[in-house]
């Protein structure tokens, strides 16, 4: 069979992945430099008898794509920044109700209307924290458009499994930019389809009552099983509690059944780590001039390498200890003051070997500046 | 199908204080849906924030009980996503008009088949009483020490100038006719609105010397009019009851499956 390829932005990447993975309900609203998936949505989606519905916010979108994922549906809606604040209540709703949904910000530079068309990954820590209470998320990113395509995909899999909002934070960067893109085959990669309750009509369903898994079977709105579904503390049923043996057991279930897999949710790429002197660690736009930077610098016969996230969190901290443990430096390049660094030195043996190398301006961070940082590490300034 | 049999009666006793007129709004709205007929399966309840909006708890359908001021919005989801299903809002006045008021224009606008209910006891009852977009000028209210200043919103003729294409106002002294009402705004297809006046004995009676329960009810019998009635024009002070709009328009899942005939001829 002949390769489907494409030469595409970032963006319409992340919507091929989506249909891919069988997305079939989007709600949106218009914002730089997300419109894009927006755009591309309502073209693409009633002509697969989809459902695509432009609503009056961004609040308004992510509850409309909640709503439509109680009923069944592979469900997604894409901002950026201002239009992410807004989402925060709703994000812990989907947190609270544990309904799958994917969430896309397409990072700019912030705060505020700070810079609509340029670049930033401002936004990994208010995907963290942006949403009131203790809760545990999971956010995804990606650095090229293939693996846009595959961390995508790798998102409704992983809202299926967890009944979990998944926030894929794509930063304008990458979104703009045009690249080679190969469509996998259907069936290349797998999908994870909703699990539904085998509980038979006129048996008690008991929507909140995990299997021992751990995992939580759904019945679709409109189905034969009816159920509450609330943002209160609840019971088994989905009925409001403030009992405190109720209240403590469903924080457990939200936080643990993320933060206790971080390991196993840890998507990343490594390149030349294993005698890595200097370890550069980075992330979506930011890493791509770092993986220059490695394999620059191997040319020069010295042992840099990268580690590569594609998981932010739950922080990978156990694989980032690891893998950072042999190296004398290691330098996070990100374009923010240091979010993903805090996570970094909270996570290695000897946070003072550990370094940020940013940009904050609007601009790509350039192989050269991550130089002059390697090199003032070294000792041998600029 | 008995009126009980639409309960959840493992979650009474309900919260709503003695003499809430909340409890009322749901006899009528469970005695419409008995006279429609319509299986528990078929109906979507959602709802927001506040006293009111606990009644999806109660009721035995697929209820969502969301945030506050954002019902319609999910809502919009779970019609978009299902259009066989019958969507019914119930929201307080505060959740559908002050923080919920984009969202109420933008869905009356679409003239997406959901029939919204406002409670309006024209006050915050879960947060103790202040003052809301209905409460209207010279109120009470622990957020208005010295009396609301604040004009109210006409819900009639908001819903209306923003395209809903059916548009009612009852009372809790009118259950018959708020249960015929409902009936009606069920069946229509379009954006539909209930304004029932209810009444919050606890924190709006109490607050303005109106009296207990029973008083506040009499008010209602007292202060209001069919629409077009003899009394309304010797007293322009009284407050019209009856439905107002009910026109046949386009409604925003249909016209939806055009968009996606269309783009499918389109390939």
Redesign the interface.
Known sequence: MSKNVKFVQGNEACVEAALYAGLD?Y?GYPITPSSEITEAFA?RL??I?G?F?Q???E??SL???????????K?MTATSGPGFSLMQ??LG?AIMTEIPCVIVDVQRGGPSTGLPTQGSQGDVCQARWGTHGDHAIVALTASNHQDVFSITVEAFNLAEIYRTPVILLLDELVAHMRERLVIPQPGEIPLVERLKTSVKEGVDYHPYLPREDGRLPMSD????H???????FHDM?G??SSEPRVVHGLLHHLVDKIENRADQLARYREFYIEDAEQLLLSYGAASRSARHVVEDRRLHGERVGLLELQTLWPFPSGIVRQKCARAKSVVVVEHNMGQIMQAVKLAVDHPDKVFLANRIDGVFITPSDIMNILRLIQGKGV | MAIKNYL?E??FPHLWCPGCGHGMVLNGLLRAIEKLGLS???I?M?SGIGCSSRI??YV????????HG?AL??????K???P??NLIVPMGDGDALAIGG??FI?AARRNIDITAIIMNNRIYGMTGGQFSPLSGENISATTAPFLTIDPSFDVVQLAKAAGATFVARTTTYHIQQMSDIIQQAVLHKGFSVVEVLSQCPTYFGRKNKIGDAVDMVAYFKKNTTPIGSKAKQENPYLLERGIFVKEEKPEYCSL?EK??Q???K??
């Open positions: 309900f709600a073209y009633p002509q008898g459902k519905i609503m009056e916010d609040i308004a509850c409309a794509i909640i709503g439509a994922s109680l009923t069944g549906r469900v209540e709703a709703y709105f409109g189905g034969v009816r159920f509450n579904v609330t943002g209160l049923w009925f409001p | 959840r493992r979650f528990k399966n078929e979507v959602v999806t708890g035995d359908f697929h209820t969502l009980h969301t945030i954002r919005a999910f809502a919009t989801g779970v978009m996503a299902r066989e299903l984009n969202h933008h939806y968009v996606v269309k783009a499918m389109g390939q």
